[in-house]
Nanobody, 120 residues
Framework: QLVESGEGLVQAGNSLRLSCAAS????????MAWFRQAEGKEREFVAG????????YVADSVKGRFTISRDNIKNTVDLQMNILRPEDTAVYYC???????????????WGQGTQVTVSS
């Protein structure tokens, strides 16, 4: 089970940190990722991190602004979001899967999502 936290309403230019806590099984050997889905749009990849934590990858739209990190002892993965823009408004989902991928279909485990709203 994956549970996201950190939901918030912020002004453009500000920061927000999302956290995802895993329970029920260990995800320490899984790739962890964040996806987001804006209203009326398809779910899109945001950032991912290999199970070793030494390799990360982010979408071009958030590169230089968002950072993903994980703690395999605490079984958590975080998404630090800086310089937020109105177009970052979406429901953000935590996901886990056996391999690194930009595609949501490759992740069998999902959280329920947390809302991020960025006002202009």
């Amino acid at each position: 089970q994956l549970v996201e936290s950190g939901e918030g309403l912020v002004q453009a230019g500000n920061s927000l940190r999302l956290s995802c806590a895993a329970s029920g099984r260990t995800f320490s050997r899984d790739t962890m990722a964040w996806f987001r889905q804006a209203e009326g749009k398809e779910r899109e990849f945001v950032a991912g991190i290999a199970w070793t934590g030494d390799r990360t990858y982010v979408a071009d739209s958030v590169k230089g602004r968002f950072t993903i990190s994980r703690d395999n002892i605490k079984n958590t993965v975080d998404l630090q979001m800086n310089i937020l823009r109105p177009e970052d408004t979406a429901v953000y989902y935590c996901a886990a899967g056996p391999r690194s991928s930009y595609y949501a279909t490759q992740y069998p485990y999902w959280g329920q999502g947390t809302q991020v709203t960025v006002s202009s």
